[in-house]
């Protein structure tokens, strides 16, 4: 646990030069605003399910390219920062558009984990290379996560939900 915020800190740094990045669009939601959303009122199950997947986010970030060089870079920081940070491979999905790789770190119990790293990596056009980083950490339930995912990677979810 003492060690927990010091990968939480290292990995943001890392991943954030991205944000900042000509040809990069990123999204970036922090505890804070997490916090917010699961104060707002709202009814019906897929709502309260919603709300409960948000309070334990403490962060969520997306950085996309169509840049092959930053793709390419983008690849090189993923393999750097598993080196260093002990995630588990969960699977990879290869078909002919694009490799995915999804990454965790345990957490409280088999459903639970504390960090989700993926990576997709758009093998189909070199001259115009496409690459997606998703890292959100907190204490996420794998079986809700599709859902705040699957907007941001089509068709992610469904891979998510198998597990």
Do not use: C, W
């Amino acid at each position: 646990m003492v060690a927990a915020p010091f990968f939480a800190i290292a990995q943001s740094s890392l991943f954030d030069k991205f944000e900042d990045m000509n040809d990069v669009s990123s999204v970036i939601v922090n505890k804070e605003a997490f916090k917010m959303l699961s104060k707002f009122k709202g009814s019906g199950p897929e709502v309260k399910e919603y709300m409960d997947l948000v309070q334990n986010i403490e962060s969520f970030r997306v950085f996309t390219t169509e840049n092959s060089a930053i793709a390419s870079q983008m690849s090189v920081t993923i393999d750097s920062y598993l080196k260093s940070s002990k995630l588990t491979e969960l699977m990879r999905i290869k078909d002919k558009d694009a490799n995915v790789k999804i990454y965790i770190r345990q957490g409280k119990d088999e459903n639970h984990v504390n960090e989700l790293l993926m990576f997709v990596n758009d093998m189909k056009n070199k001259t115009n290379q496409q690459a997606v980083i998703l890292s959100l950490t907190g204490s996420i339930d794998l079986n809700k996560i599709s859902t705040l995912v699957e907007p941001h990677i089509p068709n992610s979810g469904k891979h998510l939900k198998k597990q």
